[in-house]
């Protein structure tokens, strides 16, 4: 089953807009990580944000992690038409022998930029 | 491009027949992955390895799947007697270092239809 939940499922915006996508998932995680998707092709890592860890930027992109509320936001600022694409959180889930599961991906929110 | 590569990147197959597919992560990379992406969704963990060990595999690995990564470098995912419903994306991902702080690296997949 997949444990993140991303909303909304599809965001379509102008260019220079801002996009936010929202990630809510259901365990203890040990990190929570974005990734995009063009259409038809692999997945291209964009930020990791740890449990221990509230914010984190890269570039466009800030990223927010709620462990209370098991939320996490990606906001892509001044958003291009070449930032449309899938968006996928992913969680590495804590299991009991401390380590954590492999990624478990959301369903993901599709973002189309219009020039 | 990430530097992990996948063969084919397409594949039609009659209901029955068996079928292979070939991941060269990054030559570096300890951990490898398998994925299964389909239409609308976001990808679902199969199993991993670290170097030629298979760790942990999902339920959603039926014994009609198997996987090996022989020599700890390219890794093979072979379905015998396909079905239709294994008609989806086949991802794989690498990644160096201890998880689960790491990200992954993903090929550009293989789109396999079950006629």
């Known amino acids: 089953s997949q444990q993140g939940e991303e909303d909304p499922q599809a965001l379509s915006i102008q260019e220079g807009e801002n996009a936010t996508m929202n990630c809510s998932y259901k365990t203890s995680i040990n990190n929570l990580q974005w990734y995009r998707q063009n259409s038809g092709r692999g997945l291209v890592h964009l930020i990791l944000?740890?449990?221990?860890?509230r914010e984190k930027h890269s570039g466009r992109l800030r990223v927010t992690l709620d462990t209370s509320k098991k939320s996490s936001s990606l906001l892509i600022t001044a958003s291009r038409a070449a930032d449309t694409a899938s968006y996928f959180c992913?969680?590495?889930?804590?299991?009991?022998?401390?380590?954590?599961?492999?990624?478990?991906f959301g369903s993901g929110t599709q973002l189309t930029v219009l020039p | 491009d990430t530097g992990v590569s996948q063969d084919p990147r397409h594949k039609i197959t009659k209901r029955g027949q068996n079928v292979t597919f070939r991941c060269d992560p990054i030559s570096e990379h300890n951990r490898l992955y398998w994925y299964r992406q389909t239409l609308g969704q976001g990808p679902e963990f199969l199993t991993y390895f670290q170097n030629e060990a298979q760790l942990e595999k999902s339920r959603l690995l039926s014994d009609r799947f198997s996987a090996e990564r022989p020599k700890g470098s390219f890794s093979t995912l072979e379905i015998q007697r396909t079905e239709q419903g294994d008609s989806a994306m086949y991802l794989c991902?690498?990644?160096?270092?201890?998880?689960?702080?790491?990200?992954?690296?993903f090929g550009p997949g293989t789109r396999l239809t079950v006629l």
């Open positions: 944000i740890r449990s221990n860890e």
């Open positions: 991902a690498s990644s160096l270092g201890v998880p689960p702080y790491n990200e992954q690296f």
């Open positions: 992913a969680t590495a889930e804590v299991i009991s022998s401390g380590s954590a599961r492999q990624l478990t």
